[in-house]
């Protein structure tokens, strides 16, 4: 997904240099092929703009894949799709297309998503890194071509590996670049979109990393389901009905603890759909989650 003509003010960030930096450094990502696949990287559009970059999917027997891309996801247009495709292991080629989004932090309309097409890559192998590039095509979800451009992915197997020869600062950078991709990261005022299935809403808080006495009130449309709740290691569940079109949850800081910001762990459960969230408010602080009903597929 490409929110093309929304991306350019966003370029600049620091965070996102950092993570390229790690990567034209060549460091040393050794993969190993299981079923689930993750690859990590960018794509480049003909401006020479460059969009952070994931994908994550399961190989099925048959050599068709299924999973997830996010896009931009250090970005306030970050934004997580599904994606099928398939993988020739006779060729080592993968293709792979997004399909629909899941999640996003945009305020584009719908039919301003640019999907991204991949046909028959070469996987490669290079210095024990397995690496995805070439052209990719973006279209939307009407067919039309929006914007064209190059895909560079490396593979983070080798993150499963327990190799003492792997220096462990890269690596330990990776993985916390990973535990942020693979969380939608809610800062004050933001609003996450996220499309829903089922007729019923499972809400569950914890605090994932330091316990520091963080408290959070939390709004289901305008009613209070929890008030000022202290946030440690066990989670809390709440189980809503979501009958309607939209449900909004609104997410309050009440408290900051002992080492400021508020940082709560938070995941959405849709029937066999996890999606997980992690806030980062100061006190008196907001964010924002839109559930929309949706069919499933």
Known sequence: MIVYSHFFLKFKNSK??????????????????????????MLKT???????YKINFKELADGNIEGFSV??????????????GTINRNKNTISFYETENVST????NPGEFCFIHVENLKLKTKTNKTIIEG????????GKNCVNGYLYL???????????????????????????????????????????????ITFECWDSRKVDGDAISVFFDDKKILENSIINETKKAITLPFVGKEG??????????????????????????????????????????????????
């Open 16 to 41: 996102k240099t950092f993570f390229l930096y790690f990567f034209f450094l060549g460091l040393h990502l050794f993969s190993q092929e299981t079923e689930q696949q993750e690859f990590i990287g």
């Open 46 to 52: 003909p401006e020479n703009a460059i969009i952070t």
């Open 71 to 84: 896009t931009d996801f250090y970005g306030s247009e970050k934004t997580k799709s599904k994606i099928n």
């Open 105 to 108: 932090k945009s305020d584009a």
């Open 135 to 142: 052209k990719f095509q973006g279209k939307y979800n009407t």
């Open 154 to 200: 490396v593979g983070t197997n080798f993150l499963s590996k327990s190799d003492s020869t792997l220096d462990l600062k890269p690596q330990k950078a990776i993985k916390e670049l990973l535990y942020q991709t693979n969380n939608q990261e809610l800062l004050p005022n933001e609003k996450l979109q996220i499309n829903w299935i089922s007729e019923e």
């Open 248 to 297: 909004i949850i609104k997410i309050v800081a009440t408290n900051e603890g002992t080492q400021s910001p508020n940082t709560v762990t938070i995941n959405l459960k849709d029937k066999t759909i996890i999606h997980p969230v992690i806030t980062k408010l100061k006190l008196g602080e907001t964010t924002t989650i839109i559930l929309k009903k949706g069919t499933k597929k």
